[in-house]
């Protein structure tokens, strides 16, 4: 195990010196993998980040559940307690006839409904859920129209579906984009590993000449590309995290128009971490495929 651990510390200091010894071509290297790998990144954290503003901006969806004209108080008792048994609900009120006509006439219908002899509108209750997910909009609401005294159900979630399938466009084509970069980031490590090669071939000819196995001569270029994919990731993570500080005050300014706060959250420990260590992947399986195919001449 010491054995294995220093021959793999060996072949680190060995990639470290490879890289610090051609410091501008290691930098371009890794600018072009860290701002491939911004793009894909950053445009995941903009798509929750505007989701978050959506619907700060859309406000709540809700569900209108409007009671027949004779429902009595037992009915509505029935309704609460079902309400209340909801475990997907995030709270719900009751809108009486009379709070609702209160509600016309103080928002400038007064002299529209000043000709009505009698209150035309039903008692509600307006119910807010937890999530936004179209499909349990479509199953509570199928399931309170069976309920006793309910006349109509209308969803508040039109919005809601039309913002779901932008977002889901969005998504799989952030998804098309990051393999079509993954493989780019690929073919650049690929190209870079085979020119470190090329450059050490006569030192690796040496190399099996006293000795050395292939997994001996191969250790340093996978720890080459390792590390030049986590030098890609950190780029990557400073690029995103500079767009979220260059886009944190129009996008307040924005949401400010419409009456909302917004504050655009870069990733976290957790994001950052799936970040570098893709780029560590990329670039270790481009490694991988230039070893094997050029170190077996």
Same mark, same amino acid.
């Given at each position: 195990?010491?054995?294995?651990?220093?021959?793999?510390?060996?072949?680190?200091?060995?990639?470290?010196?490879?890289?610090?010894?051609?410091?501008?071509?290691?930098?371009?290297?890794?600018?072009?993998?860290?701002?491939?790998?911004?793009?894909?990144?950053?445009?995941?954290?903009?798509? #929750?980040?505007?989701?978050?503003?959506?619907?700060?901006?859309?406000?709540?969806?809700?569900?209108?559940?409007?009671?027949?004209?004779?429902?009595?108080?037992?009915?509505?008792?029935? /309704?609460? !307690?079902?309400? +209340?048994?909801?475990?997907?609900?995030?709270?719900?009120?009751?809108?009486?006839?009379?709070?609702?006509?209160? +509600?016309?006439?103080?928002?400038?219908?007064?002299?529209?409904?000043?000709?009505? *002899?009698?209150?035309?509108?039903? #008692?509600?209750?307006?119910? *807010?859920?937890?999530?936004?997910?179209?499909?349990?909009?479509?199953?509570?609401?199928?399931?309170? !129209?069976?309920?006793?005294?309910?006349?109509?159900?209308?969803? #508040?979630?039109?919005?809601?579906?039309?913002?779901?399938?932008?977002?889901?466009?969005?998504?799989?084509?952030?998804?098309?984009?990051?393999?079509?970069?993954?493989?780019?980031?690929?073919?650049?490590?690929?190209?870079?590993? !085979?020119? +470190?090669?090329?450059?050490?071939?006569?030192?690796?000819?040496?190399?099996?000449?006293?000795?050395? *196995?292939?997994?001996?001569?191969?250790?340093?270029?996978?720890?080459?590309?390792?590390? +030049?994919?986590?030098?890609?990731?950190?780029?990557?993570?400073?690029?995103?995290?500079?767009?979220? /500080?260059?886009?944190?005050?129009?996008?307040?300014?924005?949401?400010?128009?419409?009456?909302?706060?917004?504050?655009?959250?870069?990733?976290?420990?957790?994001?950052?971490?799936?970040?570098?260590?893709?780029?560590?992947?990329l670039g270790w399986l481009g490694t991988a495929i230039s070893v094997r195919r050029h170190l077996w001449w």
């Amino acid at each position: 195990m010491r054995n294995w651990l220093y021959l793999h510390f060996r072949a680190f200091t060995h990639a470290l010196e490879r890289l610090s010894g051609q410091l501008f071509g290691t930098l371009l290297s890794t600018l072009v993998m860290g701002i491939a790998l911004a793009l894909p990144a950053g445009g995941y954290i903009l798509l #929750d980040n505007v989701s978050a503003l959506a619907r700060g901006i859309s406000g709540t969806p809700e569900i209108s559940i409007f009671l027949d004209n004779d429902v009595d108080s037992a009915q509505i008792d029935a /309704i609460k !307690r079902n309400l +209340q048994d909801e475990p997907q609900l995030a709270g719900f009120r009751f809108v009486s006839s009379e709070d609702a006509l209160k +509600q016309l006439e103080s928002s400038g219908l007064g002299d529209v409904l000043a000709g009505i *002899t009698f209150n035309p509108l039903p #008692d509600a209750f307006v119910v *807010t859920l937890r999530g936004d997910d179209p499909a349990l909009f479509d199953a509570l609401s199928a399931k309170m !129209r069976g309920w006793p005294g309910v006349a109509h159900v209308q969803l #508040d979630s039109a919005w809601v579906k039309r913002l779901a399938a932008l977002l889901e466009l969005a998504r799989v084509m952030m998804l098309g984009l990051s393999v079509l970069l993954g493989v780019a980031l690929v073919i650049v490590t690929f190209n870079t590993v !085979r020119l +470190q090669i090329l450059t050490q071939k006569s030192e690796i000819e040496i190399s099996r000449l006293l000795g050395a *196995t292939d997994r001996f001569i191969r250790r340093p270029f996978y720890w080459f590309g390792v590390l +030049q994919g986590v030098l890609g990731g950190l780029i990557a993570l400073a690029a995103v995290w500079g767009g979220i /500080i260059a886009l944190t005050a129009p996008v307040a300014k924005v949401a400010k128009t419409y009456g909302v706060e917004i504050l655009l959250v870069g990733p976290g420990w957790k994001e950052s971490l799936a970040i570098v260590g893709l780029a560590a992947a990329l670039g270790w399986l481009g490694t991988a495929i230039s070893v094997r195919r050029h170190l077996w001449w």
